[in-house]
């Protein structure tokens, strides 16, 4: 399996946190630490949107849409990256994706719903 894996999708109410995991496999651990990793949301019938960005080095940045309620993390000793989504809106209700911009490889998606 190349795919990395994510989890922790979920249904929630308006509010509240939800904490995405995304988990380097195989291909991907040799070259994980070095990696920049990406977070991506689709809506059915609307293009995929870029949700944030962390660095090698850690550094994050995020979309307007969810500054301030999402953050970024990752810990390389697991070969993880994390989402922490606080706060969530109905709006927020997409299929979450990693993604590995330097191979260009793409996670299954995970499916978030928040209920008003």
């Known amino acids: 399996q190349v795919q990395p894996v994510e989890s922790g999708g979920g249904l929630v109410q308006s509010g509240g946190s939800l904490r995405l995991t995304c988990k380097g496999v195989?291909?991907?651990?040799?070259?994980?630490?070095?990696?920049?990793m990406e977070w991506y949301r689709q809506v059915p019938g609307k293009q995929r949107e870029l949700v944030g960005t962390?660095?090698?080095?850690?550094?994050?940045t995020y979309a307007d849409s969810v500054k301030d309620r999402f953050t970024i993390s990752r810990d390389n000793s697991k070969r993880t990256m994390y989402l922490q989504m606080n706060n969530l809106k109905p709006e927020d209700t997409a299929v979450y994706y990693c993604?590995?911009?330097?191979?260009?490889?793409w996670g299954q998606g995970t499916p978030v719903t928040v209920s008003s």
């Open positions: 195989r291909a991907i651990l040799s070259f994980f630490s070095g990696s920049t």
């Open positions: 962390i660095t090698h080095h850690g550094i994050t």
């Open positions: 993604h590995f911009p330097d191979v260009d490889i």
